[in-house]
Protein backbone atom coordinates (compact mmCIF):
# COMPACT_ATOMS: atom_id res chain seq x y z
CA UNK A 1 0.00 0.00 0.00
CA UNK A 2 1.62 3.33 -1.00
CA UNK A 3 1.57 5.83 1.97
CA UNK A 4 2.86 9.45 1.41
CA UNK A 5 2.96 11.07 5.42
CA UNK A 6 3.58 14.97 5.78
CA UNK A 7 5.33 16.41 8.59
CA UNK A 8 6.53 19.54 9.70
CA UNK A 9 3.91 22.10 9.36
CA UNK A 10 3.09 24.45 11.89
CA UNK A 11 2.29 28.03 12.62
CA UNK A 12 5.23 30.44 11.80
CA UNK A 13 6.05 34.53 11.73
CA UNK A 14 6.61 36.07 8.07
CA UNK A 15 10.40 35.91 7.40
CA UNK A 16 9.97 32.44 9.32
CA UNK A 17 11.26 28.99 8.09
CA UNK A 18 9.71 25.81 8.28
CA UNK A 19 11.27 22.50 6.94
CA UNK A 20 8.34 19.91 6.01
CA UNK A 21 9.44 16.09 5.38
CA UNK A 22 7.49 13.70 3.55
CA UNK A 23 8.14 9.70 4.73
CA UNK A 24 7.41 7.21 1.65
CA UNK A 25 6.66 3.34 1.41
CA UNK A 26 5.14 0.61 -0.35
CA UNK A 27 6.74 1.64 -3.35
CA UNK A 28 9.79 2.14 -4.96
CA UNK A 29 10.88 5.83 -4.01
CA UNK A 30 13.71 6.60 -5.92
CA UNK A 31 11.69 5.19 -8.98
CA UNK A 32 9.72 7.98 -8.53
CA UNK A 33 9.24 12.19 -9.23
CA UNK A 34 7.59 13.69 -6.31
CA UNK A 35 6.40 16.95 -5.85
CA UNK A 36 5.17 19.41 -3.59
CA UNK A 37 0.92 20.80 -3.77
CA UNK A 38 -0.64 23.14 -1.79
CA UNK A 39 -4.01 24.47 -1.13
CA UNK A 40 -5.15 27.20 0.16
CA UNK A 41 -8.51 27.96 1.96
CA UNK A 42 -10.74 28.79 -1.37
CA UNK A 43 -8.55 28.29 -3.83
CA UNK A 44 -7.87 25.30 -6.45
CA UNK A 45 -4.24 23.38 -5.73
CA UNK A 46 -0.49 25.30 -6.81
CA UNK A 47 1.93 23.12 -7.77
CA UNK A 48 4.62 23.99 -5.37
CA UNK A 49 8.19 22.40 -6.67
CA UNK A 50 8.45 18.80 -8.13
CA UNK A 51 11.77 17.01 -8.53
CA UNK A 52 12.83 14.17 -10.61
CA UNK A 53 13.47 10.45 -9.07
CA UNK A 54 17.10 11.10 -9.08
CA UNK A 55 17.08 14.50 -8.10
CA UNK A 56 19.08 16.14 -10.97
CA UNK A 57 15.71 18.23 -12.62
CA UNK A 58 13.74 20.25 -10.14
CA UNK A 59 10.85 22.78 -10.85
CA UNK A 60 9.17 26.06 -8.52
CA UNK A 61 6.13 27.86 -9.08
CA UNK A 62 6.68 31.40 -9.96
CA UNK A 63 5.61 32.31 -6.57
CA UNK A 64 8.13 30.04 -4.32
CA UNK A 65 11.01 30.09 -6.46
CA UNK A 66 14.27 31.88 -4.42
CA UNK A 67 12.72 30.93 -1.08
CA UNK A 68 11.71 27.15 -1.30
CA UNK A 69 14.26 23.92 -1.63
CA UNK A 70 12.89 21.23 -2.73
CA UNK A 71 15.21 17.57 -2.25
CA UNK A 72 15.14 14.05 -1.09
CA UNK A 73 16.79 11.43 0.48
CA UNK A 74 16.22 8.19 -1.35
CA UNK A 75 17.86 5.97 1.09
CA UNK A 76 15.56 7.17 3.52
CA UNK A 77 12.52 7.69 1.12
CA UNK A 78 12.00 10.86 2.23
CA UNK A 79 10.93 14.10 0.39
CA UNK A 80 11.83 17.48 1.93
CA UNK A 81 10.69 21.10 1.45
CA UNK A 82 12.65 24.18 2.94
CA UNK A 83 10.49 27.27 3.31
CA UNK A 84 12.51 30.35 4.12
CA UNK A 85 11.19 33.84 4.20
CA UNK A 86 7.65 32.71 4.41
CA UNK A 87 4.54 35.09 3.76
CA UNK A 88 1.25 34.73 4.90
CA UNK A 89 0.34 33.97 1.07
CA UNK A 90 1.99 30.44 1.89
CA UNK A 91 -0.74 29.62 4.68
CA UNK A 92 -2.28 26.59 2.74
CA UNK A 93 -2.21 22.30 3.46
CA UNK A 94 0.87 21.11 1.79
CA UNK A 95 0.67 17.87 0.39
CA UNK A 96 3.44 15.33 -0.97
CA UNK A 97 2.52 13.53 -3.99
CA UNK A 98 3.58 10.80 -5.91
CA UNK A 99 4.77 11.99 -9.59
CA UNK A 100 4.41 15.52 -11.35
CA UNK A 101 1.85 17.75 -12.22
CA UNK A 102 -0.40 15.79 -14.83
CA UNK A 103 0.91 12.37 -13.70
CA UNK A 104 0.16 12.11 -10.68
CA UNK A 105 -0.97 9.66 -8.38
CA UNK A 106 -0.49 9.60 -4.91
CA UNK A 107 -1.32 12.21 -2.47
CA UNK A 108 -0.49 12.55 1.62
CA UNK A 109 -2.85 13.59 3.87
CA UNK A 110 -1.48 17.01 4.32
CA UNK A 111 0.58 19.16 6.78
CA UNK A 112 -0.84 22.87 7.75
CA UNK A 113 1.26 25.72 7.34
CA UNK A 114 -0.03 28.75 9.01
CA UNK A 115 2.19 32.23 8.28
CA UNK A 116 0.99 35.09 10.62
CA UNK A 117 2.27 37.95 13.29
Not at 108 to 113: E, N, R
Amino acid sequence: EVQLVESGGGMVQPGGSLRLSCAASGFTFASYPMSWVRQAPGKGPEWVSQITHGGGLIDYAESVKGRFTISRDNAKNTLYLQMNSLKPDDTALYYCVRGVEGEDDYWGQGTQVTVSS
